[in-house]
């Protein structure tokens, strides 16, 4: 029994250290969110910019869009933010996230 407890705590150092090596944790300037390292900006809209990111559990690609709240005031835009959040919750895909 302990023997497969050990090998079980193994597999989980095992990977740990796989997820670890691809994603260094201490660089200066590395943005993260949560599980969510942040890379290159994809696109910049008028109150937003989309920003490439890597989910480090997941080890997914991911696209994360990032507003700006000054622009989104400046801009007097809330009902299109609102409006925008009530489509996304429409989406039923599985690569959206369900909001």
Do not use: C
């Not at 590395?30 to 989910?55: C, D, P, Q």
């Not at 609102?82 to 690569?95: A, T």
């Amino acid at each position: 029994m302990s023997n497969t407890i050990d090998k079980l705590k193994r597999k989980k150092k095992e990977k740990q250290a796989a997820i670890n090596s691809n994603i260094p944790s201490t660089d200066v300037g590395v943005i993260r969110i949560g599980h969510y390292i942040l890379n290159e900006t994809l696109g910049t809209g008028s109150f937003g910019k989309v920003k490439k990111a890597y989910h480090q559990l997941t080890r997914h690609t991911v696209a994360i869009k990032i507003v700006n709240r000054t622009k989104i005031k400046q801009l007097d835009v809330v009902g299109k933010i609102r409006r925008e959040i009530q489509n996304l919750r429409l989406f039923r895909h599985p690569h959206i996230i369900k909001l």
